[in-house]
T-cell receptor
Framework: AQSVTQLGSHVSVSEGALVLLRCNYSSSVPPYLFWYVQYPNQGLQLLLKYTSAATLVKGINGFEAEFKKSETSFHLTKPSAHMSDAAEYFCAVRSGNQFYFGTGTSLTVIP | SAVISQKPSRDICQRGTSLTIQCQVDSQVTMMFWYRQQPGQSLTLIATANQGSEATYESGFVIDKFPISRPNLTFSTLTVSNMSPEDSSIYLC?????????????FGPGTRLLVL
């Protein structure tokens, strides 16, 4: 069975500081991994995805994530947080046609 | 990607009534999905809606409660029947294009439902 664990339901960072949102997955086959962002009162927007190409994936808005098979991780990072990054972030793994979502991490950016 | 719209964007309903949510895509897609996102929680897949066949429901969801239509390749509806306050959630449709298994699901803006 596939599963996704997001460590930390709430993360607070200062504006300009590094953003690190953690995601670990469980998959019996090479995974397809995704990060989505949900801004208040909106749907989910794709940030980036890993599909067994380069292990370091760059996404929109300056975010990137690194696939580490040995650690079964796909952590999301951004070097410098911006106020507009405040949102809910979801990690997801694909198995067949199904997506399995983590429980989400709420990011707060402190001015 | 695709432009996905949902109607209504939000609604407040009385218990015992039903609400039909529409999902429209600006291009033809093979697979459409309906998710529920309860307050403060992650997404749970309700069903997969394929054109020309019955929807496939996930464990815990039944057709009588959440009937789905998929009349063509750009449109689907989800009905929340005989609503109770526990049905208060965000309902999201997502779409996927035919082709590689690496394809992504793209989400609509969601329908925010409050049942009183």
């Amino acid at each position: 069975a596939q599963s996704v664990t997001q460590l930390g339901s709430h993360v607070s960072v200062s504006e300009g500081a590094l953003v690190l949102l953690r995601c670990n997955y469980s998959s019996s086959v090479p995974p397809y991994l995704f990060w989505y962002v949900q801004y208040p009162n909106q749907g989910l927007q794709l940030l980036l995805k890993y599909t067994s190409a380069a292990t370091l994936v760059k996404g929109i808005n300056g975010f990137e994530a690194e696939f580490k098979k040995s650690e079964t991780s796909f952590h999301l990072t951004k070097p410098s947080a911006h106020m507009s990054d405040a949102a809910e972030y979801f990690c997801a793994v694909r198995s067949g046609n199904q997506f399995y979502f983590g429980t989400g991490t709420s990011l707060t950016v402190i001015p | 990607s695709a432009v996905i719209s949902q109607k209504p964007s939000r609604d407040i309903c009385q218990r015992g009534t039903s609400l039909t949510i529409q999902c429209q895509v600006d291009s033809q897609v093979t697979m459409m999905f309906w998710y529920r996102q309860q307050p403060g929680q992650s997404l749970t897949l309700i069903a997969t809606a394929n054109q020309g066949s019955e929807a496939t429901y996930e464990s815990g969801f039944v057709i009588d409660k959440f009937p789905i239509s998929r009349p063509n390749l750009t449109f689907s509806t989800l009905t929340v029947s005989n609503m109770s306050p526990e049905d208060s959630s965000i309902y999201l449709c997502s779409v996927e294009f035919a082709g590689s298994l690496q394809e992504t699901q793209y989400f609509g803006p969601g329908t925010r439902l409050l049942v009183l």
